[in-house]
């Protein structure tokens, strides 16, 4: 079937949904940026292509769509089967928590835990037993930063805060500042091009955020394409995937503020770190898909006075 056979008999939004499945399901695609089904993914790239919202696939369903639209979304599907490459890339846009992002190939598809533990304990119960007060942070750090998503929402929740930003690559800075400007955040979030905390010249914060690379060798060659479509240097976490959690947490403390603390992302390496630091005592937050893939640990637990 030519593209113009597509577009000629498919002219609903139901019809591309089902074609979308259907074709995604026969080329065997993975998923797990953001969407973790072939119908979930469908919906994404539909919706987002439509700047519709991305949660709201069944009023639109028996809407008939424009000539322009159906051409878009014939292609987007073919582009999706064809370079495997994650449903995101293909419209430019993530999410995390319904918040909109704009993305590339120059950084990882935004999907990381903290977004939502953030929202989750900031927006959706009456006050965290383990963050801060947002009121009360006047300085936070968000270490590879990425595409600046989790530095936006520290502006955004901690309104008092001046946020730093690191990254090693400087093509990811580069989508970040696009997504500063996206949010208007520009003279809340600094933005700095480094390894951890080497740029930051011995800066304090009453909150350390960091999703860092974590991602196992062995894990790391086992990849579908849709996940070596992103850059390897923000899933490369060494031989067990935590050689930067553990530069992290030697060097964490130096940088906290007394009654401060840090939220990061580790993947599956509870264990491994629960082992080697004996003496740090670790609260393993739960989310919708992992109990514990994030940790808090409160500065004075890493020693500062």
């Not at 949904?17 to 979930?40: E, K, M, P, Q, V």
């Not at 987002?48 to 369903?61: G, V």
Request: charged share 25%; aromatic share 8%.
């Amino acid at each position: 079937m030519t593209q113009d056979d597509i577009t000629r008999e498919l002219v609903t939004l139901r019809d591309y949904w089902r074609y979308a499945i259907s074709r995604f399901n026969a080329a065997d695609l993975s998923f797990g940026h953001g969407t973790t089904t072939a119908g979930d993914d469908a919906a994404f790239l539909l919706l987002d292509s439509l700047d519709l919202p991305i949660d709201a696939l069944d009023p639109f369903l028996d809407a008939r769509l424009l000539p322009a639209e159906r051409k878009r979304l014939a292609e987007r599907i073919e582009t999706r089967v064809t370079t495997r490459k994650p449903s995101a890339y293909i419209t430019g846009r993530a999410y995390i928590q319904g918040v909109r992002f704009l993305i590339d190939e120059r950084v990882i598809v935004p999907r990381s835990h903290i977004g939502e533990i953030l929202f989750n304990e900031y927006v959706n119960s009456p006050g965290s037993s383990f963050l801060p007060d947002p009121m009360a942070v006047t300085s936070a750090v968000d270490i590879c930063t990425g595409s600046g998503c989790l530095a936006v929402l520290a502006a955004k929740f901690f309104p008092y805060a001046a946020v730093d930003a690191v990254d090693l690559s400087a093509d990811a800075l580069d989508v970040a500042r696009l997504n500063l400007a996206e949010h208007e955040v520009e003279g809340q979030v600094t933005l700095h091009e480094g390894d951890l905390f080497t740029p930051l010249a011995g800066r304090r914060y009453d909150l350390i955020i960091t999703n860092p690379p974590y991602v196992d060798h062995a894990a790391l060659g086992a990849f579908p394409a849709e996940f070596r479509a992103e850059p390897q240097m923000a899933h490369d976490g060494g031989e067990d995937g935590l050689d930067l959690v553990r530069q992290i947490l030697a060097t964490a403390g130096d940088h906290l503020n007394p009654g401060g603390g840090m939220i990061c992302e580790i993947g599956s390496g509870r264990e491994i770190l629960e082992e080697e630091f004996p003496h740090l005592e670790f609260l393993w937050l739960e989310t919708a898909e992992s109990q514990d893939a994030v940790f808090w640990i409160s500065a004075e637990a890493l020693g500062v006075a």
